[in-house]
């Protein structure tokens, strides 16, 4: 009877170690990799060295975007993917730097042959965007269905609006995302998100547009890759008085993110493997050299740090 009992718990054991490598093959059938696509902060043009805030999650060819800033579609075709694998959209928050591209994403997706569903995920406001997005092409939308035999785009795009914690497990379970709500002023908490991105045994936290926020510490706790947003105080305040804001303008930019230093103090508290810098502000300061915003956050954390580009490719898992 003794004996039974061992090899019902041996057979158990074996059992739950093979679903385990059966999920490992899985995942490790696909590379993943995080590409930042653009990572100036603010919804300003002056030169194409640095578009607004933009990024994608890659496994494999499926697509899914955090944000959408100015210049997101152009810089993934650029990145050498194709807007009809476009899977899902992740929005932080609706300034115009993260949400300016959305309706060419989804217009140039369907022009070149999207006719899969896309799952988009945002906080309030996303479905009223997304409808008036809709209302806005209307007529193009309409010719071109009976046209060029497309599919109707508003029936493949499905909105939710999101709260907190979980938010999907996308592509049969592949890639669980969940969402922390973060203060960003000037909006309200709870419309503005980070993200958490969990695939292949591997975690990627995105912190949108936030203020130093000790919470944040234990979403992003042990994280293989942070990505951060940035904001370099000095550069701020030399910025507004060349544009004339004064004080007021200078405050408000500043109190809307985070600083280096606290970037290095949250990495450190999550123990977190990897800081990824993107949304500098000010993003077009010849002052501000990689090594500037390196050693802000170095001050208070002792792991790697890559200051981001547009276009840079960043591999999570690399299948050999």
Not at 62 to 77: C, E, H, N, P
Not at 112 to 127: A, C, F, N, Q, W
Not at 255 to 266: A, L, N, Y
Request: glycine share 8%; hydrophobic share 40%.
């Amino acid at each position: 009877m003794k004996n039974k009992s061992i090899f019902r718990l041996l057979g158990t054991l074996l059992v739950g170690i093979s679903l385990s490598f059966a999920s490992v093959a899985i995942y490790a059938s696909d590379d993943v990799k995080l590409i930042l696509l653009g990572t100036k902060g603010g919804p300003s043009i002056a030169e194409d060295k640095r578009l607004p805030q933009s990024a994608t999650l890659m496994i494999g060819d499926d697509i899914y975007m955090i944000d959408a800033g100015y210049g997101a579609s152009l810089r993934l075709v650029q990145a050498g993917a194709k807007l009809t694998d476009l899977k899902g959209i992740f929005i932080t928050h609706l300034h115009a730097d993260h949400v300016l591209d959305y309706p060419s994403l989804l217009m140039n997706s369907w022009a070149t042959g999207l006719k899969d569903e896309v799952s988009v995920y945002g906080p309030e406001g996303t479905r009223y965007m997304t409808d008036s997005l809709w209302e806005a092409f209307k007529v193009d939308i309409d010719l071109r269905i009976p046209d060029e035999g497309k599919p109707d785009i508003r029936k493949l795009v499905k909105v939710q609006e999101i709260q907190e914690d979980n938010v999907c497990d996308c592509d049969g379970g592949k890639l669980k995302v969940s969402a922390l709500p973060v203060p960003h002023p000037p909006f309200k908490f709870g419309q503005a998100f980070a993200y958490k991105f969990e695939v292949g045994g591997k975690v990627i936290v995105m912190t949108g547009d936030m203020n130093y926020y000790p919470p944040f510490e234990k979403f992003a706790k042990d994280a293989d890759v942070l990505v951060s947003e940035v904001v370099n105080v000095p550069a701020v305040e030399a910025l507004a008085e060349r544009l004339g804001g004064g004080d007021k303008f200078a405050h408000a930019i500043i109190s809307h993110h985070i600083t280096g230093q606290d970037v290095g103090r949250m990495a450190s508290a999550a123990n977190v493997k990897k800081v990824v810098l993107t949304h500098f502000v000010p993003a077009n300061d010849p002052s501000l050299t990689d090594t500037v915003w390196r050693d802000s956050v170095k001050q208070n954390y002792d792991g790697p740090v890559v200051v981001g580009h547009d276009g840079m490719k960043i591999d999570i898992i690399k299948r050999l």
